[in-house]
């Protein structure tokens, strides 16, 4: 298959992917668990996990982290993984290049 084919095959099923995902919100302040019916997860900014705030990462989340975005956690944060269902935090914008695997 000519490689202009398949990057217009998967360039649509990328921006499906990233269309159907769910920003987290600045300021946690109360009790916030990150599903896998809302993953992938968007941080766009500082996420600010409060004295009375509790963030809880389900296994099988993606969170896709916008340049210069961070958490800060004064409260709570869970994030336990299994073997078989991970928890990936990556960078959001980083498509690999499907003629160069870059």
């Known amino acids: 298959m000519p490689t202009g084919r398949v990057i217009r095959w998967l360039l649509p099923l990328a921006l499906l992917s990233v269309a159907a995902?769910?920003?987290?919100?600045?300021?946690v302040t109360?009790?916030?668990?990150?599903?896998?019916?809302?993953?992938?997860?968007?941080?766009?900014?500082t996420v600010y996990v409060e004295?009375?705030?509790s963030l809880?990462?389900?296994p099988g989340v993606t969170v896709l982290m916008a340049s210069g975005a961070s958490l800060m956690v004064?409260?709570?944060?869970?994030?336990?993984?299994?073997p078989?269902?991970?928890?990936?935090?990556?960078l959001l914008n980083t498509v690999?290049?499907?003629t160069t695997g870059k």
């Not at 995902?21 to 300021?27: G, Y």
């Not at 004064?74 to 994030?79: I, R």
């Open 21 to 27: 995902a769910t920003d987290l919100l600045p300021n």
């Open 30 to 45: 109360g009790d916030v668990t990150l599903t896998t019916a809302g993953s992938p997860w968007v941080v766009n900014e």
């Open 51 to 53: 004295e009375t705030g």
């Open 56 to 58: 809880t990462v389900q």
């Open 74 to 82: 004064n409260g709570l944060f869970v994030a336990e993984g299994t």
């Open 84 to 90: 078989t269902q991970h928890i990936k935090f990556t």
């Open 96 to 98: 690999t290049n499907a």
